[in-house]
């Protein structure tokens, strides 16, 4: 496992669905998800930071459903995550601001 600081910062995971998904996602309902790579980005500003955040939501047992992101990792298999530190002007990565995952740099898990 790699080394994650415990600083504010932004992050984006990659995983895998192999096969179709048709999963219940919270008060979004039931969702269908065609198998194929998808990317969830977000942030990390509060205790703990990345490695507090990364480290919740690469865990596969023992964890409550709080994001959207835990109604999908148990039938996905994570590929890769980048992460960005928090410096002054920083841009924070989120849904409404996501890159092409080729522009990222991945660091395997």
């Known amino acids: 496992m ?33 198998q194929g790579e998808y990317i969830y980005m977000g942030s990390a500003l509060g205790p703990g930071g990345l490695r507090a955040r990364l480290g919740r939501h ?9 994001w959207h992101i835990d109604y999908i990792k148990s039938n996905a298999e994570t590929r890769s995550l980048c992460y960005l ?12 601001q996501a890159q092409d995952k080729s522009t990222l740099p991945k660091k395997p898990v």
């Open 2 to 34: 790699i080394r994650i600081p415990p600083k504010p910062g932004s992050y984006a995971l990659e995983f895998s669905l192999y096969q179709p998904q048709r999963l219940t996602i919270g008060r979004l309902g039931e969702i269908y998800f065609p």
């Open 85 to 96: 530190m928090e410096s002054a002007g920083a841009i924070h990565l989120d849904s409404s």
């Open 58 to 66: 690469l865990q596969k047992d023992n964890f409550s459903y709080h």
